[in-house]
T-cell receptor
Framework: AQSVTQLGSHVSVSEGALVLLRCNYS??????LFWYVQYPNQGLQLLLK??????LVKGINGFEAEFKKSETSFHLTKPSAHMSDAAEYFC????????????FGRGTSLIVHP | DTAVSQTPKYLVTQMGNDKSIKCEQN?????MYWYKQDSKKFLKIMFS???????INETVPNRFSPKSPDKAHLNLHINSLELGDSAVYFC???????????FGPGTRLTVT
């Protein structure tokens, strides 16, 4: 079984501030982890993924995430928020074998203030 | 050059009607999916097809019937629409079952 918890349905930051979106997972087997971004009225777009290689993963638009097995976490960060980063962010987990269907978190809405 | 496309983008219809949503991917992927996103943004897998064969069929009313005429298309037909079917429906595809998914722009279905 696998599950994802995203802490905070809304995160508000000022432009230029650090972005931190939290994701904790549970999985009975080694996981693959993903972050997707959904801009208003659009589909989901893959930001980055962890597939058991480097634990620090760099993605598009300056985002990165670190896999921490001891904390079962995969938090998403960006050093400096831009207004264009305002969107819904989804963390997803799936097993590295067996069922390949990912389980998505409930999403975190990132609000960026000028 | 859209990778995963869906039509229509918006669909407003009355209870009891039958409607279809079409999905096409031009990525050459083997696997396609349908997801439902509710008003609280929760994403739930409905179906998955691999090489035109149904491989995942989650707990979905049998009023929902997917059809895959070829690897590049996965359509969703819904019979006897109900108010609770109102949601955004996303099509997605992946190279294989093991790869990350690419999503279409979504179809916002409103049942009145």
């Amino acid at each position: 079984a696998q599950s994802v918890t995203q802490l905070g349905s809304h995160v508000s930051v000022s432009e230029g501030a650090l972005v931190l979106l939290r994701c904790n997972y549970s999985s009975s087997v080694p996981p693959y982890l993903f972050w997707y971004v959904q801009y208003p009225n659009q589909g989901l777009q893959l930001l980055l993924k962890y597939t058991s290689a480097a634990t620090l993963v760099k993605g598009i638009n300056g985002f990165e995430a670190e896999f921490k097995k001891s904390e079962t976490s995969f938090h998403l960060t960006k050093p400096s928020a831009h207004m264009s980063d305002a969107a819904e962010y989804f963390c997803a987990v799936r097993s590295s074998g067996g069922s390949y269907i990912p389980t998505f978190g409930r999403g975190t809405s990132l609000i960026v203030h000028p | 050059d859209t990778a995963v496309s869906q039509t229509p983008k918006y669909l407003v219809t009355q209870m009891g009607n039958d409607k279809s949503i079409k999905c096409e991917q031009n990525l050459g992927h083997d696997t396609m999916y349908w997801y439902k996103q509710d008003s609280k943004k929760f994403l739930k897998i409905m179906f998955s097809y691999n090489n035109k064969e149904l491989i995942i069929n989650e707990t979905v009313p049998n009023r929902f019937s997917p059809k895959s005429p070829d690897k590049a298309h996965l359509n969703l037909h819904i019979n006897s629409l109900e108010l609770g079917d109102s949601a955004v429906y996303f099509c997605a595809s992946s190279q294989t079952q093991a790869n990350e998914q690419y999503f279409g722009p979504g179809t916002r279905l409103t049942v009145t």
